[in-house]
């Protein structure tokens, strides 16, 4: 598993999927299926996840604008190798690469940016 799909599963993404197959239609061989009716993915509220956890958390973390203390927030090794990993998953261009500060703010977008994608509640201001 991707350090990416740990931060989905650690907000709860997908925990509400559920996979619809298309019974034969009756009758034998003639007979056509029914397509599946597409299941809705509720949105995920990113913001009330974090929110909650930042308010239960004894340090405080500035998950909005910091990916160590996103990473943090969500239980999950923040170390520089984790980081470097996780913005060569999501493609980060080599000239942020190489610098940590410029990686750290272009992965911290990334991320919520992924969120967003994958059905997360972002509000704009954060993206």
Known sequence: M???SSILSKLGFGDDKKEVVADAAPGGADATAEPAA????SAVDVVAKLEGMAAA???KLNW??????LMKLLGLDSSLAV???LAAELDCP??????SAQ???WLHKAVLQKLAENGGNIPAELL
Do not use: L, W, Y
């Open 2 to 4: 991707g350090i990416f």
């Open 38 to 41: 597409p299941v809705a993915i």
């Open 94 to 99: 080599a000239d942020k690469m190489a610098d």
């Open 57 to 59: 958390n004894a340090e």
């Open 83 to 85: 980081r470097k990993e």
């Open 64 to 69: 909005k604008t910091s990916i160590v203390d």
């Open 103 to 105: 990686m750290n703010m």
